[in-house]
């Protein structure tokens, strides 16, 4: 028979596991890390003089697959009409730019129009109905995995051919936007930590054209991120009234969607 000692013990036993479980969990979210995307968008040549529309943002749903209305705007910094068909042979123009989002897995981007939107047909110039878009974004299934510290573009590619549809007899001529989306890493990183902790160090990775400093965190961890690929040369200067030498590390090789582990360095 279970003492009423026992019970108290086997229910306390259940509440920190439970404790246990949603902490881990809560680091795990925490300690993801972050990723910085930016998003461009082109197009493909089309059969026609001119194709406007207007982009009013850009939005992301990050570690969510679900249908819910969870998204999040990037913030789009160059919003307005263009014309598709002068974003071609390599023209395109930047919607979002280096937005920190958490990283993981970015599952669909959304592509948000206005109502401001048309094409111009044998000189005529027709408005372009585009209702889905208008009301919710055109939904961009990705699906890529964001590493922690890396940078990546997206780029949205607009067929114009296929995104233009005559409704019928109506003369009403709709958006139906097919687009297409692919990602590029940009950058990679150096990472590492010092030890002893206690002493402020700056960390600072140079190529001769680009430079990235960051401060050790309480802990002795740095990360340096947003660096092109190539060799680096980083120095480490802890806080001169430490006494600590300063050192220098060549070539430290970056590659693209990376991160350079350097380790643990001693600053004795």
Known sequence: MITLKQFKLAILSIFAITLFNCSSDEDTSSNQGTSTISVKMMDRPGDYE??????????????????????????????GVYDLLELTGGINVLLVDDFVVPSGTLNQIRLVLGDDNSVVIDGETFPLNTPSAQQSGLKIQVNETLAPNIAY??????????????????GNINLRPVIRASVEANTGAISGSITPIEVQTEITATNGMDTVSAYADVDGNFVLVGLPQGAYTVTITPDPLSGLPIQVLDNVEVAVGATTELGIIPLE
Do not use: P, Q, R, Y
């Open 50 to 79: 001119h194709v406007f529309v207007e982009v009013v943002d850009v939005m992301v749903k990050v570690n969510d697959a679900s249908e819910d209305d969870n998204w999040t705007s990037l913030e789009a910094i160059n919003t």
């Open 153 to 170: 573009t997206f780029l949205l590619d607009f067929d114009v051919d296929e995104s233009i549809v005559e409704a019928g007899n109506s």
